[in-house]
């Protein structure tokens, strides 16, 4: 990623943050209805699931100018996500679920550049998870 694409996701993320409850609560709509066969894999009551995706997102978007510092966890997120069953082809729905979820929140500021940015980081990371 350059250093305007991380700019651009950090600064993109700071506007998504005040919304976070309601980002999480679109993000996992959405991931349902493009991906109900992964339902199954999430507990019914989805509050402290929401919480998780809300802090690593914040995480890994912070951390995205140091992505050495994070990588070891971000592989450990991927082997836990493998013992749950997920398999590489979960990430593209969880991806356009991911940017979505960005575009309805952000509104006018999901521009070409901040969606290309998001992709970058999305695929970065969810790379660094399957090959783990």
Known sequence: MTPQQIE??????RKVVPIAGTAADLFYDRLFEIAPTVRPMFPADLAEQKKKLIAMLATAVNNLDKLETIVPAVQDLGRRHKGYGVIDDHYTPVGAALLWTLEQGLGADFTPDVKVAWTE???TLAGVMKAA
């Open 8 to 13: 651009l996701v950090q600064s993109s993320f």
């Open 121 to 123: 980081a999305y695929t």
